[in-house]
Each structure stands twice: as structure tokens, then as C-alpha cells.
């Protein structure tokens, strides 16, 4: 996926960053519907909170991109199924873990763009100095739910599903 997107080795705009924006998404809006279903006494962890599209909305209209534009992006069709609690939080796992990403990603995005000529940077850095106690707090439930389950199989099928239906949406959209 590093390497589909090269976030760190892009020499950004400010319209090749709303665009990668605007594909992210595309896959995190329909993603993130399917995660909510799964209520959080199933989980051991509410993923309201911990969802990003409402960041990426927030970033792509502080970049001048109106509401109707935004819901005319395409979303993408082809996500991992979702279909249990351990495949639940085998996709978590991938977007929780790309916060960690965020916290280097950010510093490079104001150096590459005007940093004060906007602040679209929420999506990649969602919980601030959080970042660090959310990522523990996830991985603990992610654990005692891969040992309660036995299902760290599915968990780790989940991750490799979520990871390569990323790659294959920026694949498409970015062409």
C-alpha cells in the first residue's frame, strides 16, 4: 500500500492532496458504515469514536470542496467482509493502525504545502496526543478478543482484506 500511494515521497499540491482526500474517502465512508453495526458490547469497543470520515469531510470542505460535491465521490463497492466481530476488528486494525502513520505523514504534508494556508490534516491525525493511548487501548481489546474468540485467523485475513481493498480502491482511483 506504501508504495501505491507514496504519501512521503509525493512532492504534494494542495488539489493532488484533496484528491487523495477525496479517495480516502471514498473508502473509509462506506467502510466505516459497516463497522458501526457492530455494537460495541460485541466488540469491547465503541467504534463511533474511532471513526474517520466525518475527518475527511471536515478536511476536504476546509480545501473548498462544498457538501454536494462530497457526496458525489464516488464509494467504494469493494470492501472485506465484514461478517463477524473478529473480521471486524481485523479491519480496525489496519485503520487504527494508520493513525500511528498520521503522526509522521502530518509534519511532511506542512513542509511539501503552505501549512498556513490550510488545516485540512484531521484524517491523519485523529486523536493527537491521544494517538498513542487510543492505539494501546485497541490493540488490548484486539487481543483479549483474538484470545477469547480463537479467531486471530480471521482477524489476521481480515487485515490482509482491508489492506489489499485499499491498495485496489487508490489503484482504480488514482490512475
Not at 1 to 17: C, K, Q, V
Request: charged share 25%; aromatic share 10%.
Amino acid at each position: 500500500m506504501e508504495r501505491s500511494l507514496d504519501i512521503m515521497g509525493h512532492d504534494w499540491t494542495l488539489e493532488a492532496y484533496k484528491d487523495m482526500l477525496a479517495v480516502f474517502y471514498g473508502f473509509y465512508r462506506p467502510l466505516e458504515a459497516l463497522l458501526i453495526r457492530f455494537p460495541r458490547e460485541d466488540m469491547g469497543i465503541d467504534v463511533g469514536p474511532r471513526c474517520k470520515a466525518a475527518f475527511l469531510e471536515e478536511d476536504l470542505r476546509e480545501l473548498g470542496m462544498s457538501e454536494a460535491d462530497q457526496s458525489a465521490l464516488p464509494l467504494c463497492g469493494s470492501l472485506p467482509d465484514l461478517t463477524s466481530v473478529p473480521a471486524a476488528l481485523g479491519c480496525l486494525y489496519v485503520l487504527e493502525g494508520a493513525t500511528l502513520g498520521g503522526r509522521v505523514i502530518v509534519p511532511y504534508l506542512k513542509k511539501c504545502l503552505d501549512a498556513s494556508a490550510i488545516l485540512g490534516y484531521r484524517f491523519f491525525n485523529p486523536y493527537g496526543e491521544m494517538t498513542g493511548p487510543h492505539w494501546k487501548g485497541f490493540c488490548n481489546v484486539l487481543v483479549s478478543n483474538a484470545t477469547r474468540s480463537k479467531a486471530d485467523d480471521v482477524i489476521l485475513k481480515s487485515a490482509c482484506d482491508t489492506f489489499q481493498s485499499l491498495e485496489e480502491w487508490f489503484q482504480r482511483r488514482l490512475k
